[in-house]
């Protein structure tokens, strides 16, 4: 089965600081259909912040989406986000199985 080399789907990451506002969020992305799903992971994470080192406990929010709505997925974060600046990060898909990319055109409003 031949799979897409475009970029025309994304994965966006954003880290929150607790699974409820994760969900919170991760509700808003599917019902507003600007993204197909999304998994959260928990996680440790190390960053400075204010002139110094800090080390807390986050969850990691892996969105799929198509490019095309990044400037719409990007605004909604934002805009729900409880973090002063937030971490919001767009990679590429390269490939992928086609009927999985399919799905993802097919439930998001791409």
């Known amino acids: ?3 897409r080399t475009m ?4 994965i966006v990451l954003t880290t929150l600081p607790e699974e409820k506002v994760a969900e919170e969020l991760v509700r808003h ?3 507003e259909k600007l993204a197909a799903c999304c998994s959260v992971l928990k996680a440790r994470s190390f960053y400075w ?3 110094k080192i800090n080390d807390d406990q986050e969850v990691v929010v892996m969105i799929k989406t198509s490019a095309s ?6 605004k909604k974060i934002k805009q729900l986000h409880p973090y002063q600046l937030p971490e919001i ?3 590429p898909v390269v490939s992928g199985y086609q009927p999985y990319l399919d799905w993802i055109k097919e439930v998001t409003r791409a």
């Open 49 to 51: 912040w204010e002139n």
């Open 7 to 10: 970029f025309e789907f994304l």
């Open 89 to 91: 990060i767009a990679l």
């Open 29 to 31: 992305l599917l019902e």
């Open 69 to 74: 709505l990044y400037p719409e997925l990007e």
């Open 1 to 3: 089965m031949k799979t």
